[in-house]
């Protein structure tokens, strides 16, 4: 049996998964806000609940937000701050007394996505997270490649490619760059692109809403949005030439993406062909807590 565990910045949810990837119980807990030492706590419980009600112990594999330093041993860039700078694999394993293994968030998803989702068919999968912030994952045959610096797949933190004029300086983003594809590709960047087009705010589901129902100004950012998601899919087709890109997050809701991104791409693809297939993700939501129970693969 396997246990993934998905460590959110507001619920830690669990899932049983069975060798063949059936599901066999979930539940979740309120992540303990600002306690380390709760939410370790917290994550024991569930999985020893989890095997007692089962009746079998499992692996665990645990899909984190921000990453643990392959140096240091120590969590960063977490948005749930209290776990940064802990060694949290460490303590968890002292905790459960047994190896553990941990992804970040988007690693898993891609990795979930691959194994037996919307990629299973697919060699090479990226799988990109965009919803409040924007992650990705790399898989090739079934594997997660995550080298040296536990980086793979983040592309959320490089420039915009092929950008327009001043297009790179109108984004300051979190991470101390400007330009970075997260502040474009985020709900929260295409709600900010509105609001700096026309000088008031709405949420990115009323954009997307409002141009299905042939609103010019919010049809005119959605394009907007499709052409720069192109753009920074054209650079990972040129570098990792995928079978399949998965979308996850709440942007990945947006159906039109998968039928204008794709016919925007082959313009930048240095190929005269452009094959990458764009999906939706077949599981959704629980793709972060099964991605984390195929760790252990
Ligand atoms: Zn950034």
């Not at 049983?16 to 939410?39: F, H, M, Q, S, W």
């Not at 997660?144 to 983040?154: F, Q, S, T, Y």
Request: charged share 20%.
């Amino acid at each position: 049996m396997r246990l993934g565990i998905d460590l959110g910045g507001t619920k830690i949810e669990i899932l049983a998964l069975n060798d063949i990837g059936e599901e066999l119980l979930c539940k979740r807990v309120a992540t303990p806000k600002e306690d380390y030492a709760a939410t370790l706590r917290s994550i024991s419980d569930l999985v020893h609940s989890t095997e007692t009600e089962l009746g079998v112990s499992g692996t665990v594999g645990i899909g984190t937000p921000g990453s643990r330093s392959p140096a240091s041993g120590l969590m960063r860039n977490c948005n749930s701050t209290w776990l940064n700078d802990r060694a949290f694999k460490h303590d968890m394993e002292a905790l459960l007394g047994r190896e553990i293994r941990i992804s970040n968030d988007a690693n898993c998803f891609a990795l979930s996505e691959a194994t037996d989702g919307a990629g299973a068919d697919a060699a090479t999968v990226f799988g990109v997270i965009i919803g409040t912030g924007c992650g990705g994952g790399v898989v090739v045959n079934n594997k997660l490649v995550d080298g040296p610096n536990a980086v793979g797949g983040e592309w959320g933190h490089i420039p915009l490619p092929w950008p327009q004029d001043g297009e790179l300086q109108s984004s300051p983003c979190w991470c101390g760059l400007h330009g970075c594809i997260e502040t474009f590709m985020s709900g929260t960047g295409l709600a900010d692109d509105y609001a700096r087009e026309f000088g008031y705010r709405i949420v990115a589901p009323e954009i997307v809403h409002a141009a299905n129902g042939g609103d010019e100004k919010a049809e005119s950012i959605v394009r907007r949005y499709e052409l720069r998601l192109a753009k920074s899919l054209a650079v990972i087709i040129n570098v990792l030439d995928p079978d399949v890109i998965v979308l996850g997050g709440g942007m990945s809701n947006v159906e039109r993406l998968y039928t204008n991104v794709p016919a925007i791409w082959s313009d930048y693809v240095f190929s005269d062909t452009a094959l990458t297939r764009l999906h939706p993700p077949k599981f959704g939501d629980s793709s972060g807590v099964r991605g984390a129970a195929w760790l252990w693969g």
